[in-house]
């Protein structure tokens, strides 16, 4: 590092070391009084003196007798008097000193569960790229020599070149085809980092850490991270970076201290500190951008020539790690340029003038450090749910999962309503590690935190863990509610439990009587957020739509006890009803998250001529599949269903192979063998299981009658045998009630999916008769006689009258409902 002074100007200059030592022992004897933890003294070294504005270290200390303490107009206490306060230093930071936070809940659907699995395929992924790279320039070598070949050149150097150049070209078509290979095997997305508290001599301080991983891939998060959020900035109505050019930085955003501990490619270790934007990420990012600074090498090195100083020997190899060097570099160079009388209006000294240094909230202190995470993380999500900032409906479900994860937590009944409906009582509400199973819940952690609440006969395995955090997810969603007291009366308050409120404050919803379909919907999208962050390839999550119920909402759908391989066993023997819960509770998932998803939504794009088997509602297809059991399909049979399943729940680690993609597989054929060459997708799914006339099955309401051949065995009290009237016994009034009770669910399921039904054969009516006249149009043909148009109409008067008169009876039934 050059000690050299650079020249004045607007751009400020690393804090001396001396002010730095200062700075951390006022945040030290700060923190002692109030009773935080403090950050790490290598943090305020390295990440938090370097990117101070000018003077800012002298401004926020106060020197008295025992020590240098920090003034108390320069720090505030954030959520006083809960165990995720935090101390927050107030002061201003060189505008490219902070880098984008890639736990971000904005982003958050864009990122994977950090699984070993997906840790590996980032592995492979990064030393894939690198192989492009290098194949990259290979190619572009030779291509020069090509070009510099003389046309005088002997045959044989001609030829050489060509084959250079030839199998430079094959070899890096290779590479790039195995690098999309390993881009579909991540479903196109990253791992989500690791974060947790920095510890120093077995105690935890107030600032994060990440996992050790190679340079490579500490550059590849992060320029993932920044390309997810550049693509949610596309959703603004307006230019942020044009925004800050024009007018600065107003907003004061928070910024945690974060290591990340790295290998390079020589095998050495090292720390790098940085200042991470919990808040203002896009501003973080459009500040780098208008700096012209990239983000991932501020993380892990700026190559010299891109900041070299006047007078200063380019050198090609040298690489800038301090981030003290990297910024007094830039101020340099920015504040020479500044100094220029004739300097360009659209230079980059001009146009960062007024984000040259930008207010900020660093946390420099913890209540809970082991919680630190966490609370940024919600005051993440609270400005994104409860603030003006664009926010895309999957992120938008997440954030909420967020939050009900935090509330169930916070009401001290998470450990239990996991231990009592997904563990079924095997252990213990206080042996669970609330924090451990929360932060996996919530993607912040491993699945292997749930290997505790796993059925027995299951193994640890990644189909394993997907599946019990889809159990925990489901009942977390959908919470039992106790059965209805029998002497209640009529009117009063029905009490929901414990768990039942805590969903209702989470997602702000009305009381337990009021039912309605966006309640549900609500309830199922954010359930299909969750489950999808579990699968490299996401489906839509409208194709979960209509997959739960009012019903289901309002008394709570309870996990079955039995593991996947006790269900699969059952369904192997004949049980129906263990196939239904395989498939509804099990299957679900798969069939929408899948690479060629066998359930979609059945609406949208799906009108397109390209678009994979029939169009037909998601309840409808899952309830094919249900039906398929008890009354298979031709050509269906239970070995075909049973390989089907496991092929399901295996697909999301499936390799693929010659001619798969990893996460498919080949259709099973009647004896539950593979067809190779047939590819299991919605075309075949909707062949195999074509569309039924209604998604449920009705019922019975009679109890079953004794066939006249059988014998019952009489009472020795019975003096005479068994006498038919002339007339049928009336139904007394209580067994006619209850009868018509017990039916009334499945009617009304039944009537749903008929009317369901009858929406879409309309919209496919509508669809067809535009195509025709835009087809008649387009062939200039006249139109259809008179006579013709006016008998279609008539037929699609009466379906309209048809449909008044549902309607009509529909309100009837509800004013009658609020009688039963």
């Known amino acids: 590092m050059s000690t050299r002074m650079g020249p004045e100007?607007?751009?400020?200059?690393?804090?001396?070391?001396?002010?730095?030592?200062?700075?951390?022992?006022?945040?030290?004897?700060?923190?002692?009084?109030?009773?935080?933890?403090?950050?790490?003294?290598?943090?305020?070294?390295?990440?938090?003196?370097?990117?101070?504005?000018?003077?800012?270290?002298?401004?926020?200390?106060?020197r008295r007798r025992d020590g240098r303490v920090l003034r108390a107009t320069a720090y505030h206490v954030e959520q006083r008097g809960t165990d995720g306060a935090l101390l927050l230093l107030n002061v201003a930071l060189h505008g490219a000193a902070t880098l984008p936070w890639a736990n971000n809940d904005r982003t958050r659907s864009e990122w994977l569960h950090p699984s070993p699995e997906n840790l590996a395929r980032m592995e492979e992924l990064v030393d894939q790229q690198r192989a492009v790279a290098e194949w990259t320039v290979a190619w572009e070598r030779a291509k020069g020599a090509q070009r510099a070949l003389a046309p005088t050149a002997p045959r044989a150097e001609k030829d050489a070149v060509l084959a250079a150049v030839k199998n430079a070209e094959d070899e890096?078509?290779?590479?790039?085809?195995?690098?999309?290979?390993?881009?579909?095997?991540?479903?196109?997305?990253?791992?989500?980092?690791?974060?947790?508290?920095?510890?120093?001599?077995?105690?935890?301080?107030?600032?994060?850490?990440?996992?050790?991983?190679?340079?490579?891939?500490?550059?590849?998060?992060?320029?993932?991270?920044?390309?997810?959020?550049?693509?949610?900035?596309?959703?603004?109505?307006?230019?942020?970076?044009?925004?800050?050019?024009?007018?600065?930085?107003?907003?004061?955003?928070?910024?945690?201290?974060?290591?990340?501990?790295?290998?390079?490619?020589?095998?050495t270790r090292r720390y790098i500190w940085r200042g991470r934007q919990?808040?203002?990420?896009?501003?973080?990012?459009?500040?780098?951008?208008?700096?012209?600074?990239?983000?991932?090498?501020?993380?892990?090195?700026?190559?010299?020539?891109?900041?070299?100083?006047?007078?200063?020997?380019?050198?090609?190899?040298?690489?800038?790690?301090?981030?003290?060097?990297?910024?007094?570099?830039?101020?340099?160079?920015?504040?020479?340029?500044?100094?220029?009388?004739?300097?360009?209006?659209?230079?980059?000294?001009?146009?960062?003038?007024?984000i040259?240094?930008?207010?900020?909230?660093?946390?420099?202190?913890?209540?809970?450090?082991?919680?630190l995470e966490e609370s940024l993380r919600q005051l993440n999500v609270h400005d994104h749910l409860r603030g003006q900032l664009n926010y895309g409906d999957?992120?938008?479900?997440?954030?909420?999962?967020?939050?009900?994860?935090?509330?169930?937590?916070?009401?001290?009944?998470?450990?239990?309503?996991?231990?009592?409906?997904?563990?079924?009582?095997?252990?213990?509400?206080?042996?669970?590690?609330?924090?451990?199973?929360?932060?996996?819940?919530?993607?912040?952690?491993?699945l292997d935190e749930l290997a505790v609440l796993l059925p027995p006969g299951d193994e640890v395995s990644p189909l394993t863990l997907r599946d019990v955090a889809v159990r925990c997810a489901t009942v977390m969603l959908f919470p039992p509610v106790p059965p209805r007291p029998e002497n209640l009366p009529p009117r009063a308050h029905m009490p929901t439990g414990r768990y039942w409120p805590?969903?209702?404050?989470?997602?702000?919803?009305?009381?337990?009587?009021?039912?309605?379909?966006?309640?549900?919907?609500?309830?199922?999208?954010?359930?299909?957020?969750?489950?999808?962050?579990?699968?490299?390839?996401?489906?839509?999550?409208?194709?979960?739509?209509?997959?739960?119920?009012?019903?289901?909402?309002k008394y709570g759908v309870s996990p079955d006890a039995r593991s996947l391989a006790s269900l699969l066993t059952a369904c192997r023997e004949g049980d129906a009803e263990a196939w239904e819960v395989l498939v509804r509770r099990h299957l679900v998932p798969g069939l929408v998250n899948a690479p060629e998803p066998f359930v979609t939504a059945g609406q949208g794009?799906?009108?397109?001529?390209?678009?994979?088997?029939?169009?037909?509602?998601?309840?409808?297809?899952?309830?094919?599949?249900?039906?398929?059991?008890?009354?298979?399909?031709?050509?269906?049979?239970?070995?075909?269903?049973?390989?089907?399943?496991?092929?399901?729940?295996?697909?999301?680690?499936?390799?693929?192979?010659?001619?798969?993609?990893?996460?498919?597989?080949?259709?099973?054929?009647?004896?539950?063998?593979?067809?190779?060459?047939?590819?299991?997708?919605?075309?075949?799914?909707?062949?195999?299981?074509?569309?039924?006339?209604?998604?449920?099955?009705?019922?019975?309401?009679?109890?079953?009658?004794?066939?006249?051949?059988?014998?019952s065995d009489q009472g020795e009290e019975s003096g005479a045998p068994t006498e038919e009237l002339d007339e049928e016994i009336p139904e007394d009034?209580?067994?006619?009630?209850?009868?018509?009770?017990?039916?009334?669910?499945?009617?009304?399921?039944?009537?749903?999916?008929?009317?369901?039904?009858?929406?879409e054969q309309i919209g496919l009516l509508l669809a067809t008769v535009e195509d025709a006249v835009r087809a008649r149009e387009e062939a200039g043909a006249e139109e259809e006689p008179a006579e013709v148009q006016k008998s279609y109409v008539k037929e699609l008067r009466e379906l309209k009258k048809q449909c008044g008169q549902i309607i009509e009876q529909l309100d009837s039934a509800t004013v009658e409902v609020t009688s039963l």
């Open 733 to 759: 009034a209580v067994t006619r009630m209850t009868r018509l009770r017990s039916v009334l669910t499945s009617m009304v399921g039944s009537s749903a999916d008929a009317v369901a039904t009858a929406a």
């Open 9 to 62: 100007g607007p751009f400020p200059y690393p804090t001396t070391t001396e002010w730095a030592e200062h700075l951390y022992e006022a945040i030290a004897n700060t923190c002692a009084a109030e009773g935080f933890a403090p950050v790490p003294r290598q943090a305020v070294l390295e990440g938090l003196a370097p990117a101070l504005g000018q003077g800012e270290a002298k401004r926020v200390i106060e």
């Open 605 to 711: 794009s799906e009108k397109g001529a390209d678009r994979k088997g029939v169009r037909r509602t998601p309840a409808n297809a899952v309830q094919a599949l249900v039906n398929a059991y008890s009354t298979p399909p031709e050509g269906v049979t239970r070995e075909l269903l049973i390989a089907f399943a496991e092929a399901v729940l295996r697909a999301p680690e499936s390799p693929g192979g010659a001619g798969l993609v990893p996460g498919t597989f080949w259709a099973p054929d009647a004896h539950g063998n593979q067809r190779e060459g047939t590819l299991a997708d919605k075309g075949w799914y909707d062949t195999t299981f074509p569309k039924i006339a209604s998604s449920r099955k009705r019922k019975s309401s009679e109890p079953p009658v004794d066939s006249p051949d059988d014998e």
């Open 394 to 446: 999957m992120d938008r479900s997440l954030g909420l999962w967020s939050t009900l994860v935090k509330v169930y937590q916070a009401k001290d009944v998470l450990g239990e309503l996991l231990a009592k409906e997904v563990a079924q009582g095997r252990v213990r509400a206080g042996d669970l590690d609330e924090d451990a199973i929360a932060d996996a819940l919530v993607g912040a952690r491993a």
């Open 502 to 553: 805590v969903v209702r404050t989470a997602l702000q919803e009305a009381s337990w009587a009021q039912s309605s379909t966006a309640r549900t919907d609500r309830r199922t999208d954010v359930w299909a957020a969750v489950v999808a962050q579990h699968f490299a390839n996401r489906g839509n999550p409208l194709a979960a739509r209509g997959l739960f119920t009012a019903r289901d909402v």
């Open 278 to 354: 919990v808040t203002g990420n896009n501003r973080a990012d459009g500040r780098l951008l208008v700096f012209a600074v990239v983000a991932h090498q501020l993380l892990t090195g700026v190559p010299q020539y891109l900041l070299r100083l006047e007078g200063e020997e380019e050198n090609r190899r040298l690489v800038l790690l301090g981030l003290g060097e990297i910024l007094r570099r830039i101020s340099t160079l920015l504040n020479a340029e500044y100094a220029e009388p004739d300097r360009d209006p659209e230079g980059r000294a001009e146009r960062a003038l007024r």
């Open 172 to 267: 890096l078509a290779r590479a790039q085809r195995e690098l999309k290979a390993r881009e579909q095997a991540l479903g196109s997305r990253r791992p989500l980092p690791v974060v947790r508290a920095v510890t120093e001599d077995g105690t935890p301080l107030a600032a994060l850490t990440t996992e050790e991983v190679r340079v490579e891939v500490a550059v590849e998060v992060q320029r993932y991270a920044v390309e997810m959020l550049q693509r949610r900035a596309r959703l603004r109505s307006y230019d942020l970076v044009e925004s800050l050019v024009q007018e600065g930085q107003r907003e004061s955003t928070v910024v945690v201290l974060q290591r990340t501990p790295v290998i390079g490619r020589d095998g």
């Open 356 to 371: 040259a240094q930008v207010p900020a909230r660093v946390v420099v202190g913890a209540r809970t450090p082991e919680r």
